[in-house]
């Protein structure tokens, strides 16, 4: 079955205690993206990747880390976790740019106290 | 001005209704456009993708004005479990910024 996969699905932990969030695909798609959404701010890009080893910023970097070493995994990292960074995550992957669209993950609902 | 606007609503309909959801965005140069649905605390799933020339699936109909800029949703028929929040997607062709609409949620109510 084509999915992307996040994990875990729930994470409490406390501030500045690093922590990671994996995503993985299995579609082979090129393009990878996180998102966090938050009451009335909506969905907003963390970071994006178009290909192995190529990320780049999106709207709210600040806080978070990602890596791409291999195609089909985009992890989340977060350094020094604060209590603003507590969200619903989405991980989501495209086959590419134009009318292709993004399958989401099942998201991740961090809380950080 | 926000990058892509939405009524919030919520739009509270009868079932059988038509009910149209209207989205506007600010970057002219907006290839791409998209609808999606997202249910409550799961992940948006995309309903459909809107062309140039409109395009329909089913009890669904998406329209594109460029000059406007903006796209809007169309449900005929509406059932029980069309009652979600509706994403409006916008994407710059080449880019990876894919900007996403508050959303408008709708109730189909019995």
Same mark, same amino acid.
């Given at each position: 079955?084509? &999915?992307?996969? &996040?994990?875990?699905?729930?994470?409490?932990?406390?501030?500045?205690?690093?922590?990671?969030?994996?995503?993985?695909?299995?579609?082979?798609?090129?393009?990878?993206?996180?998102?966090? &959404?938050?009451?009335?701010?909506?969905?907003?890009?963390?970071?994006?990747?178009?290909?192995?080893?190529?990320?780049?910023?999106?709207? @709210?970097?600040?806080?978070?880390?990602?890596?791409?070493?291999?195609?089909?995994?985009?992890?989340?990292?977060?350094?020094?976790?604060?209590?603003?960074?507590?969200?619903?995550?989405?991980?989501?992957?495209?086959?590419?740019?134009?009318?292709?669209?993004?399958?989401?993950?099942?998201?991740?609902?961090?809380?950080?106290? | 001005?926000?990058?892509?606007?939405?009524?919030?609503?919520?739009?509270?309909?009868?079932?059988?209704?038509? @009910?149209?959801?209207?989205?506007?965005?600010?970057?002219?140069?907006?290839?791409?456009?998209?609808?999606?649905?997202?249910?409550?605390?799961?992940?948006?799933?995309?309903?459909?993708?809107?062309?140039?020339?409109?395009?329909?699936?089913?009890?669904?109909?998406?329209?594109?004005?460029?000059?406007?800029?903006?796209?809007?949703?169309?449900?005929?028929?509406?059932?029980?479990?069309?009652?979600?929040?509706?994403?409006?997607?916008?994407?710059?062709?080449?880019?990876?910024?894919? @900007?996403?609409?508050?959303?408008?949620?709708?109730?189909?109510?019995?």
């Amino acid at each position: 079955e084509a &999915q992307v996969t &996040q994990n875990p699905r729930y994470l409490i932990t406390v501030t500045g205690k690093k922590l990671t969030v994996t995503c993985s695909q299995n579609m082979n798609h090129e393009y990878m993206s996180w998102y966090r &959404q938050d009451p009335g701010l909506g969905l907003r890009q963390i970071y994006y990747s178009m290909n192995v080893e190529v990320t780049d910023k999106g709207d @709210v970097p600040e806080g978070y880390k990602v890596s791409r070493k291999e195609k089909r995994n985009f992890p989340l990292i977060l350094e020094s976790p604060s209590p603003n960074q507590t969200s619903l995550y989405f991980c989501a992957s495209s086959l590419g740019s134009g009318p292709y669209g993004y399958t989401f993950g099942s998201g991740t609902r961090l809380t950080v106290v | 001005r926000k990058e892509v606007e939405q009524d919030p609503g919520p739009f509270n309909v009868p079932e059988g209704a038509t @009910v149209a959801f209207n989205c506007t965005y600010s970057n002219s140069a907006s290839q791409s456009f998209f609808w999606y649905r997202q249910d409550c605390r799961k992940e948006p799933k995309l309903l459909m993708s809107v062309y140039s020339s409109g395009n329909e699936d089913g009890r669904f109909t998406a329209q594109l004005n460029r000059a406007s800029q903006y796209i809007s949703l169309l449900i005929r028929d509406s059932k029980l479990s069309d009652s979600a929040t509706y994403l409006c997607v916008v994407n710059i062709l080449g880019g990876q910024n894919f @900007v996403f609409g508050p959303g408008t949620r709708l109730s189909v109510l019995p």
